[in-house]
């Protein structure tokens, strides 16, 4: 039996019913690894059931999306294989970089938070009614994920964890609280795309904040890879070797990386480009790369 894993945690807003959302995701990703290295793409295509989506938006939100919005535009997206020059030159253009100030501002000062588009402060809304908790939504959410690497971290199975956006924050949470609550043995890899863990806000609010030395942190990374799309606003610090930097002097994490320069995300919907869609992260061969190697060295590890 196959003992490798990959478990995708979805960013924020509502998404389409979880079958119809973990097709999307497997057929975005599967493309992205096929861009970067063909012939394991073709071995990978044929474990769907390794692939896990942890579905907790529904829990959040009550609601779900209509497939039907995303489908032409993953379409595109799918016969789409490098940026335009259009597409680069919007996701460096003038209003992005104010976005990106202003979100900057925000996050050293956030009592100015009217002064965000409304998109980035819904963003931060979201961001704030997870770490308050609010009915233990944020506990329920974990849980969800929680399920799912209790047995696998037991059996130490090689798990690739792949947190988009704000699942990003729920999966370094729950990592922290099965390392330290549960104490639970064994390791995963950690790929986070259009994070926003570096951001001073979040930081100040992870599991583990309160603490100093090793139990400030999760214990359970082996590696960690961090991938930013040029003109993502959400991934506002996108250097994560330097904020997490103390994971590696206190050698409980083996690697952070961060894969930033020259990444585009050209996902497109009626309202133009998107450089945060996590379809969009999935499909870019620097994406798929990671997931590639990833297939490739833990078969390596279990035939050994």
Known sequence: MDQRHIIFVPGKNPKPAPDQHHALLWRTLVEGVHRAEPQVAN?????????????????????????????????????????????????????????????????????????LPADLQSTAG?????????????????????????PLLQNEDNVLLIGHSMGSIIAYDTLWELSHLEELPGKIDFLTIGSPLGMNYVQHRLMGNKYKGKKK??????????????????????????DFSEMSKLEIVKSIEDHCEGIYNFFHNEKGLNCHRSY??????????VIADWWKNTAEIEVT
Not at 47 to 71: P, S, V
Not at 126 to 150: H, P, S
């Open 43 to 115: 071995n990978l295509s044929q474990h769907i059931e390794n692939f896990k989506l942890i579905a907790w938006n529904y829990l959040y939100y009550h609601r779900r999306k209509d497939i039907n919005r995303d489908l032409p535009w993953i379409d595109a997206l799918m016969n789409q294989h490098s940026p335009s020059e259009q597409d680069i030159q919007d996701a460096s253009s003038t209003h992005r970089k104010l976005n990106r100030f202003l979100y900057n501002v925000i996050d050293h000062l956030p009592f100015l938070l009217k002064l």
């Open 217 to 242: 942190y999760p214990s359970n990374i082996r590696n960690w890879v961090n991938i930013y799309s040029e003109g993502d606003v959400t991934a506002l610090d996108r250097i994560f070797p330097d």
């Open 280 to 289: 969009g992260y999935l499909v870019n061969p620097a994406v798929g790369k």
């Open 126 to 150: 979201e961001l704030q009614r997870y770490f308050q908790n609010k009915n233990n939504v944020a506990c329920e959410i974990r849980e969800l994920l929680k399920q799912q690497l209790r």
